[in-house]
Every structure is written in C-alpha cells, then in structure tokens.
C-alpha cells in the first residue's frame, strides 16, 4: 500500500504518562496552522491501539533458546532463556535482556539464515516484532486512510524501569478540507509486561471515550493476562492476525475459546480466504450442480508450510456450511506435514479431509498462503469434483491426481490485495461481531480440541 505524505505538527516527544492528553491538548491549542494558510483539525473518529511486543523472544525462539508464545509477557520461561542466550554469549548472566543482547541475537539469526538454518516459520513470525516507536510504517498507512488516536504498546524484557511514554501528531495531507488538514495522534509506550500491568487503568483510559475502540494484539494470546482483559472488555473489535501466530493450532484454540465468550474478535487471516471461499460457492451454483456438493466425501487442502491457520479456518468455514462434524484427527510431519481430519455428515457419512503443508521458497505478504485444494466423491458419477488454485502455484499435484470423475478446475484471482494494510484498514470501518466467522470457527475449535484429547 502507498503511503500517503504527512505533516508534522508535533515530533516524537517523551512525556510522563499521567500527562499525556494535557500534552495532546497543548498541542492543538498553540498550532495555528500548518503553512498554506491551513489550520490543522483533531481528528476525532476512533481509538486504535496496537500491542506489539520487540523481537527479543522470537529470536530467542529461533535460535533454540526459548519455547514459549511470543507474547511479550516477561515469565519465568523468559527469563531462562535470557539467561541461557547470555551465558552463550558470554554476556553478563542476568535474565534481563539488554540493547547488548538484542544486537548479538540479531546478528547471529543473520548468521543462522545465511547457512540456510532458518525455516520459513521462523523468519515470517519474526517479521512481525518492529514496534513503530515513532509513528511509522504500518501506523503510517492507517493514519493516511483513518485519522485517529493510534496508541501502541511496546512490551520489552529489559530491566523494569516503569513506562516512558511518547506523544506526536501528524497529518495525512490528502486529509484536508477546503481550510484545515484533519490529524492523528500518535501515543507510544514503553515498558517491561509488569510495569504495564501497574498501570493498566491508565492505559485503558488512552482510549478516547465515546468513539470506537480497536486492539490490534500482534502477539500470542495469553487470556489470563491482566492487561489482556482489561483491554479487550472496553473494546469494539478486538483484531488478531493468524499467519503471525508462533504456535497456530493452540492459538486459533484459544480464539475459538473467545469466540464463546462472546468477544467481538476477527483475524485478518479469516479475510484472505475469502476468494477461495466465494469459488468454492460459485462452483455449486449452477443448478445442475447445487446437489452435487452433498456428494463431496473427500477434500484435499494444500497450504504454504509453517502455519496451517488459512488452511484450518477454510476446513471449519466447509464443514460448518454443510453440517459436517469432525471426529477423528491424526497429524503426521515430513516433507509434507500431513494432516488428516475424518468428519460426518447428518447421515452418518464419513468425510475424509488431508491439510498438506507444501514446502515453498518463494512466499509472499505472509506465510501458510492456501495453494490449491480439491474437492471430490468416492462416488465416481457424482458431478462434484472441483479444483482451485491459486494464480503462482498452479494446480499440478491436485490434477496428477487422476480419478474418474471430470473436474471443474478455477485458479484464485491475486491475493495481491489481501496485505495486512488494507485488511487492517477494512477492519477499523466496522465494529462488532462476524456471524460466519464465528459459525466457521465453532468447528476449527473443535477439530483442534481433537488434538488435545
């Protein structure tokens, strides 16, 4: 996504968190105008907070130090792994990370992935962890569609030291009226987990009353954290994004357990399958053929390798539309990380369903993309079998397949407009809940609780 020029009315500037709208304030009370003869106007539409944690754990991850979510929570895990990456180093021993120690992991993750020793998994989740501590980037392109307050939260594991809290305001020149240009405001805060749970309330209260509210958790979810709960009881829409997860089968687990609550939470991940959805139902919609998709038995699902998510809430959006129940569940690593789910229909049908995680190089905006799937029928005159794929990878493995039945192959137009900027944006016009999202996600929950048991 282009980004759109901004003006600075306000430069990154440390203040004490307690007075951080009176510093707001003083900025749009002494700023006459921004050149031009223009007056700049507070925008005033919604909330947007963003809760990303620094790169410290997923490298300590990467490089077989730590095992944990990345979820920025300073914990007992944590500090081992801090601890055994220093002695490594031989840095000074004191489970608190350190600008020291976070340079050294850098470097030799870079070493790492030159030797070809990182997996695909590794190197996208860490793409992730870059807190935008001046009002950059990602913020950037949702300030130049959405004006607003954007409040980010950069969890850290260095030494607890409080919160340091910065205040700036920009504005998107293409957001302007005849006289003014319409601006956001951007509030960054720093700090170990502990010293934000301290100031919880504080936080929360960032959030500008009587408008729309909206978290974006970059990191792994622990339902259990203090600020977790806070936040999410006072917002409209809490946004997660699945190719991100470290951990995505217990991660989607833990969302399908928020979906029950209730919680108005979507995945950004949910929007990317959309095209392979509405495919799947153009396929049956002629009339000749709207019979012919309760005669589907077998299902093959190839996904990029390193996070099945996409893969996972496509079978769960299926089955949830044809009364499909999952019962059996088996997962196999290799090459191809085979997962074999078994379901029933109404009648007592069995279901047979393979996820295969296919090596791929060459990814693109995120990993565990869908590739291709088929559906098809034990019952060779069945006129159901179909295929998609996507524009990159082709259809081979799904038409070397062979079978009796003819197939209705239809390749997925560009993903080129699912970036996380735009469906971000999408995401912060609504509020709310998404009933088929919800209905799909019901059954994703329970193929994964299959994996439990």
């Known amino acids: 996504m282009k980004t759109t020029?901004?003006?600075?009315?306000?430069?990154?500037?440390?203040?004490?968190?307690?007075?951080?709208?009176?510093?707001?304030?003083?900025?749009?009370?002494?700023?006459?105008?921004?050149?031009?003869?223009?007056?700049?106007?507070?925008?005033?539409?919604?909330?947007?907070?963003?809760?990303?944690?620094?790169?410290?754990?997923?490298?300590?991850?990467?490089?077989?130090?730590?095992?944990?979510?990345?979820?920025?929570?300073?914990?007992?895990?944590?500090?081992?792994?801090?601890?055994?990456?220093?002695?490594?180093?031989?840095?000074?021993?004191?489970?608190?990370?350190?600008?020291?120690?976070?340079?050294?992991?850098?470097?030799?993750?870079?070493?790492?992935?030159?030797?070809?020793?990182?997996?695909?998994?590794?190197?996208?989740?860490?793409?992730?962890?870059?807190?935008?501590?001046?009002?950059?980037?990602?913020?950037?392109?949702?300030?130049?569609?959405?004006?607003?307050?954007?409040?980010t939260l950069c969890p850290t594991t260095g030494e607890d030291e409080g919160v340091k809290a910065q205040v700036s305001a920009y504005c998107p020149v293409n957001?302007?009226?005849?006289?003014?240009?319409?601006?956001?405001?951007?509030?960054?805060?720093?700090?170990?987990?502990?010293?934000?749970?301290?100031?919880?309330?504080?936080?929360?209260?960032?959030?500008?009353?009587?408008?729309?509210?909206?978290?974006?958790?970059?990191?792994?979810?622990d339902e259990d954290y203090p600020l977790f709960q806070r936040l999410v009881a006072e917002c409209d829409r809490l946004i997660v994004d699945s190719s991100i997860f470290s951990q995505p089968e217990e991660e989607l687990f833990k969302i399908g357990k928020l979906l029950e609550q209730d919680l108005p939470l979507i995945d950004l991940n949910w929007a990317r399958i959309s095209p392979w959805q509405e495919l799947t139902a153009e396929a049956f919609d002629p009339p000749e053929r709207r019979n012919a998709i309760l005669e589907v038995d077998q299902v093959t699902i190839d996904y990029e390798k390193g996070n099945p998510s996409q893969a996972l809430m496509y079978l769960g959006w299926l089955a949830s539309r044809l009364n499909w129940q999952p019962v059996e569940y088996s997962y196999e690593e290799g090459d191809y990380n085979i997962t074999t789910v078994k379901l029933i229909n109404l009648e007592g049908k069995d279901i047979k369903v393979e996820l295969a995680g296919v090596p791929i190089?060459?990814?693109?905006?995120?990993?565990?993309?869908?590739?291709?799937?088929?559906?098809?029928?034990?019952?060779?005159?069945?006129?159901?079998?179909?295929?998609?794929?996507?524009?990159?990878?082709?259809?081979?493995?799904?038409?070397?397949?062979?079978?009796?039945?003819?197939?209705?192959?239809?390749?997925v137009t560009s993903l080129a407009d699912q970036s996380t900027e735009k469906l971000l944006s999408q995401q912060l016009q609504r509020w709310g809940k998404d009933v088929l999202y919800q209905e799909s996600m019901v059954i994703t929950t329970q193929i994964l609780k299959l994996v439990k048991n």
């Open 361 to 411: 190089a060459d990814w693109g905006e995120v990993l565990g993309d869908l590739i291709s799937l088929k559906l098809t029928s034990t019952n060779l005159n069945a006129d159901c079998c179909t295929v998609l794929c996507s524009e990159t990878t082709g259809c081979m493995r799904m038409e070397a397949g062979g079978g009796g039945q003819s197939c209705r192959i239809q390749q």
């Open 175 to 221: 957001k302007r009226s005849a006289n003014s240009l319409i601006c956001c405001e951007y509030i960054t805060i720093t700090g170990v987990s502990s010293a934000f749970e301290r100031v919880g309330g504080v936080l929360s209260e960032l959030m500008i009353p009587d408008l729309p509210k909206f978290i974006w958790w970059k990191a792994g979810i």
């Open 5 to 151: 020029p901004l003006v600075s009315l306000q430069a990154p500037k440390d203040v004490d968190l307690e007075y951080i709208d009176r510093e707001l304030r003083e900025i749009w009370q002494t700023y006459s105008g921004v050149g031009d003869g223009l007056a700049a106007t507070r925008a005033s539409t919604f909330s947007f907070l963003v809760y990303e944690p620094e790169a410290t754990q997923p490298l300590l991850a990467s490089l077989g130090f730590y095992t944990g979510p990345v979820d920025g929570i300073g914990g007992p895990r944590t500090t081992s792994a801090i601890k055994a990456a220093q002695k490594a180093y031989k840095l000074e021993v004191t489970g608190i990370s350190t600008p020291e120690l976070l340079t050294r992991l850098k470097a030799e993750f870079d070493v790492k992935q030159a030797k070809g020793k990182i997996d695909l998994a590794e190197l996208a989740n860490l793409r992730q962890y870059s807190p935008d501590i001046e009002g950059a980037g990602m913020a950037d392109a949702i300030a130049s569609i959405n004006p607003c307050r954007i409040i």
